[in-house]
């Protein structure tokens, strides 16, 4: 009989260990997770630098894996031919300058004085001419002097008479000065003159590659004394601040975070766990990366969620498998 009882014991103790393990044999609901994990990447971001203009490499002053700082120095390239270019600007822009320094200044008194000097003359010559006019204009009529006396005597009127109207209206202009439209033209030429200068400027500067942000260079292309076009890659550089985690959320835990949570980030063989924030979560589904090796999720429709690396170091390096834990995350609808 006790034994009898022992066995009915020993079942009711069975069968209440595996309830209470299978949750009621899964009528009974559990306790709702509040940790949810992501699988991800760390992101891999890398610009291509190189020059606004064209020239021969000079010097280039970093090796791949050196750390570079924004602003630093990385390559020069050969200024003699834009040095030349922006002496020649400097010309011009000075020949311009006096151009229109000369119409806005109007003219010398020197040449004042001169144009003043050729309308006394001319005016000596007209009256000198008039005179004999009148005098021989009695003679012609009784025949005390020949008609082509006469026409000559006319003609050298006229002509002083024409002579003297020629030089004051170059006093005139002298006196009135440069037309606004000249002066205005002058101008215009001292702006495209500086213009021209100003861009031959820039272009000697872009002579100098710096560095956009602060990275580490990973891939340097070009050696000094290469030809090098605008545009082309002479060094390959790796942002590594700020540090972004390119993560995925499955659809059904799509409501359990949102932008602004905490996070921890770990990576396989790397003690450390790193701090992190929600930074942004995709508007729309895609298809599981195959980056993503977390077979529940390989045929899933997932939501890309970007990460940001609180306290990043040399440890954990981009395109790095990582796992992204939501501490604080929501409980799931339904459970």
Request: glycine share 8%; net charge positive.
């Amino acid at each position: 009989m006790n034994r009898r009882r022992l066995i009915v014991l020993a079942l009711v103790v069975v069968l209440a260990v595996a309830a209470f393990a299978t949750r009621g044999f899964g009528l009974m609901p559990g306790r709702p997770e509040t940790e949810l994990s992501l699988y991800g990447n760390v992101d891999i971001r890398e610009v291509d630098l190189g020059f606004r203009v064209g020239g021969r490499i000079a010097a280039i002053g970093v090796d791949e894996g050196a750390k570079v700082t924004q602003g630093q120095p990385l390559a020069t390239l050969d200024t003699a031919t834009l040095d030349s270019r922006i002496a020649e600007a400097d010309a011009r822009i000075a020949q311009a300058q006096a151009n229109y320094d000369k119409a806005r200044n109007g003219a010398r008194s020197q040449d004042v004085a001169q144009a003043r000097a050729r309308v006394a003359a001319a005016q000596a010559v007209y009256d000198n001419a008039q005179r004999d006019y009148a005098r021989r204009q009695t003679l012609v009529g009784p025949g005390a002097i020949s008609r082509d006396v006469w026409e000559q005597t006319r003609a050298d009127r006229d002509r002083a008479a024409a002579q003297l109207a020629e030089a004051r209206q170059g006093l005139s202009l002298l006196q009135a000065g440069s037309r606004r439209e000249d002066v205005a033209a002058a101008a215009a030429d001292v702006r495209s003159a500086q213009a021209a200068r100003a861009s031959v400027a820039t272009d000697r500067s872009d002579t100098r590659l710096v560095a956009a942000s602060a990275g580490t260079v990973v891939t340097r292309a070009r050696e000094p004394g290469a030809i090098v076009q605008p545009g082309e890659t002479v060094l390959t550089l790796t942002i590594d601040r700020p540090m972004r985690v390119r993560a995925y959320v499955a659809e059904t835990d799509l409501s359990r975070i949102s932008p602004g949570m905490k996070v921890a980030v770990t990576a396989d063989g790397n003690p450390k766990t790193y701090r992190g924030t929600i930074g942004t979560i995709a508007p729309r589904a895609e298809f599981t990366p195959k980056s993503v090796e977390t077979e529940n999720l390989r045929t899933d429709l997932v939501y890309q969620v970007r990460v940001i690396v609180d306290d990043p170091d040399d440890a954990l390096r981009q395109g790095q498998p990582v796992t992204v834990r939501v501490v604080g995350a929501r409980v799931r609808h339904g459970d």
